[in-house]
């Protein structure tokens, strides 16, 4: 049998399309407000919960959750904006301030969540240790178990990174958005509403990672309340390495950290006895290595390449 | 009159926990408050100082104390050479905890021991952290503290070889002797409380303290005046690592029992955060109300549970972390400086710096007894 075979190539390719969702939607919001943001998980436990209640609930299929889960997310996007972000860059908060505060947002939904499931869980909807990957459309080829979610999710991941391209080149709100990116103070004298894109970046940001929450509970087999805060240093980590200045860095970085975690570690698991536990440091020695030798990303490598050349 | 055992618990527990939160709190305050490190990465500390103290003070006494161990172990029909420290944790950690309850000498020797070795691990770590700090802005730098820390904690959590991986291990028990140690102990953590907040408002009110504020408030200033940056934030860094190796190892002997999982970035790094931010950056003392306002909800909400549970579709426990976050939040909004805002550089008295001037001025006139040697 070879190391890598279809079965985990599958595997991969979808949890790196979560991941590089859940990335894109923090660069966007690390572009505009130049915060790192630690409730980016948040919004994805927002995705996982409403996939999970109307699955369970209703009996839906987990992708018929989608809309809802997009809509959701984009509310709690903007009330983290309006309630947290805005009055506090009014009041001319620093970064730091800014970050401690969306650590805050991430203490808050942490309590936020866990009730959610509770509550969920006295409604009678299972709704810890509880995976969808069960309701998922599954065809079997041969020895491969091909299931639904290895084809909607990067579909759909592609789908999105299409849509952000269109939006930011042949609309307006994304020429306003890409200059408040390159110069807010310039793009403020232009006529932009700058605060107006900050707050649309935090609707898309909370967008995009509902979305990719919501394929969690489907792609693994136990969800709980903390899932996303779980996977919040390996969206930091997509989103660094990718390159934190283009919104495609965490596109590029969530499948690079996402393929590193499935497959290096499967690798070294043949070398190394036992070392398939170790998927997080692996991610965590990439992101290390890749702040301290190169933290301007992958991007940031092809940019400064083509410029020298 | 006796209290009851359950209000002795209770007490203990509060004591505990606050003393813990305070000390960790504080060695986050010394970093990040006064030197402007932002150190995502604390909880890197405070586990190595508890894996110090449970996979490498327990094993070094199961070696050292062979003899007595052996004899123990054997009465209970057991090879002590078949043992492995881990997969036989329990039996070991009795047997050696039944040695050191014949011996307080010995137990407080491991205890101090262990706290030194603790703390200079934790040191150790929190230096390893500033390594990237030159090169990284702060919000880089955070990510890169949080990643750093993140490996070591997933290291330890699935290796079972250091401390047991995801079971865990015991830890031995330094007080055995003790027969009220459950009652004694948080007396012990709120002295180790009080002794860090001596130390950390001696550091920062002598002049070390003053560059380290210079160092936060303006690093390129700070060089230009001679003072090495980076040094500085290294020292500052190592000794708040220290502490918090230092409170790694004390809540290890509180607990008795360490798990990785248990010092979690949650737990260990973004409430003190929170603490800190809500007591108030670069005041010490805003700092530790800042732990008791935490501790304070979460008992108050502990209080509660019994009678809000059986009404309520969801666990109370919960409402604490909503709570505690939507408190910091309205802080950053309304009051960004803290409960306590940070005080003004302090210095001597007048007449004192007038004094230690006049004593220090060369005299302009000989001796008498100068003239006479002439």
Redesign the interface.
């Known amino acids: 049998m070879p190391i890598v075979d279809v079965q985990m190539a599958l595997n991969a390719v979808t949890y790196s399309s979560i991941v590089a969702l859940a990335a894109t939607g923090l660069t966007t919001t690390f572009l505009t407000t ?3 943001n630690f409730a980016q998980g948040s919004f994805m436990m927002v995705g996982a919960y409403t996939a999970i209640y109307v699955a369970l609930k209703w009996g839906w299929s987990p992708y018929a959750a989608l809309p809802l889960s997009a809509l959701l997310g984009t509310a709690v996007g903007l009330a983290v904006y309006f ?2 972000i805005y ?2 860059r009014r ?1 001319g ?1 620093n ?3 800014l ?3 969306t ?10 969540m ?2 959610v499931a ?2 969920f869980e ?2 009678g909807v299972r709704s810890r240790d509880i995976g969808l990957s069960f309701l998922d459309y599954r065809e079997t080829v041969g020895p491969i178990v091909v299931r639904g979610v290895y084809v909607v999710t990067p579909v759909f991941a592609a789908a999105i990174v299409f849509a952000l391209y269109i939006l930011l080149n042949y609309t307006k709100i994304g020429i306003a958005f890409r200059a408040t990116v390159e110069n807010p103070e310039l793009a403020r004298v232009m006529g932009v509403n700058v605060d107006r894109v900050m707050a649309m970046s935090w609707a898309l940001s909370g967008m995009l990672g509902a979305v990719s929450g919501t394929f969690l509970p489907v792609f693994l087999r136990i969800a709980h309340p903390n899932i996303g ?1 779980d996977m919040l ?1 390996t969206i ?2 997509a989103s ?1 390495v990718g390159g934190l200045q283009s919104i495609y860095g965490g596109f590029i970085g969530g499948y690079i950290v996402g393929l590193a975690e499935t497959i290096v570690t499967r690798l070294l698991g043949e070398v190394i006895q036992g070392a398939l ?2 998927r ?2 692996v991610s ?2 990439i ?2 290595a890749v ?2 030798f190169a ?1 301007r990303g992958v991007i940031g490598l092809i940019r400064e390449g083509g410029r020298k050349a | 009159m006796t209290v009851p055992p359950e209000v002795i618990q209770a007490l203990a527990d509060i004591a505990a926990f606050f003393s813990m939160y305070a000390i960790v709190a504080l060695a986050l305050n010394l970093a990040y408050g006064y030197t402007g490190v932002p150190n995502f990465g604390l909880h890197m500390s405070i586990l190595g100082g508890a894996a110090i103290t449970g996979g490498l003070i327990g094993r070094i006494l199961f070696g050292a104390l062979w003899n007595d161990v052996s004899v123990r172990l054997m009465e209970l029909g057991m090879d002590p050479a078949e043992l492995d420290f881990v997969s036989n944790n329990a039996v070991i950690i009795d047997a050696i905890n039944a040695v050191i309850a014949t011996s307080p000498l010995l137990g407080i020797g491991i205890l101090l021991m262990a706290l030194l070795v603790a703390g200079l691990f934790g040191a150790l770590l929190g230096y390893l952290l500033t390594l990237p700090a030159a090169r990284l802005r702060e919000e880089y730098l955070a990510m890169a503290t949080l990643a750093i820390a993140e490996v070591f904690f997933n290291v330890l959590r699935f290796q079972r070889d250091i401390i047991g991986g995801t079971i865990g291990i015991q830890v031995v028990d330094p007080l055995a002797w003790l027969p009220q140690r459950f009652a004694v102990y948080p007396l012990v953590l709120l002295g180790a409380a009080a002794a860090v907040f001596l130390l950390i408002r001696r550091v920062v009110n002598a002049p070390l303290g003053r560059v380290l504020k210079s160092v936060r408030d303006d690093d390129v200033a700070a060089s230009t005046m001679g003072h090495d940056v980076a040094r500085m934030r290294e020292l500052s860094m190592a000794v708040s690592g220290f502490i918090g190796g230092v409170a790694g190892a004390l809540w290890a002997f509180y607990t008795l029992g360490i798990n990785a999982i248990n010092f979690n970035r949650v737990l260990w790094t973004f409430i003190p955060w929170l603490i800190v931010i809500l007591g108030g950056t670069a005041n010490n003392l805003g700092v530790v109300i800042g732990a008791l306002v935490y501790i304070v909800i979460r008992r108050t909400i502990i209080l509660f549970k019994d009678t809000l549970n059986p009404v309520l579709p969801f666990d109370v426990a919960w409402v604490e972390y909503l709570l505690i976050g939507s408190l910091l939040i309205a802080m950053l909004i309304f009051r960004p400086q803290g409960i306590l805002p940070e005080r003004p550089v302090k210095t001597l008295d007048r007449d004192e710096v007038e004094r230690l001037r006049e004593e220090s001025r060369p005299s302009l006139h000989l001796d008498k007894d100068e003239v006479a040697a002439r």
């Open positions: 130049k915060v790192p309630l947290v009055p506090l009041r908060a970064i730091m301030a970050m401690v505060a650590l805050a947002v991430s203490i808050v939904f942490i309590g936020v866990n009730i509770d509550v006295s409604a805060d240093p930091f980590a660094v536990v170790y997080y440091v965590m020695a992101f290390v702040l301290v933290p």
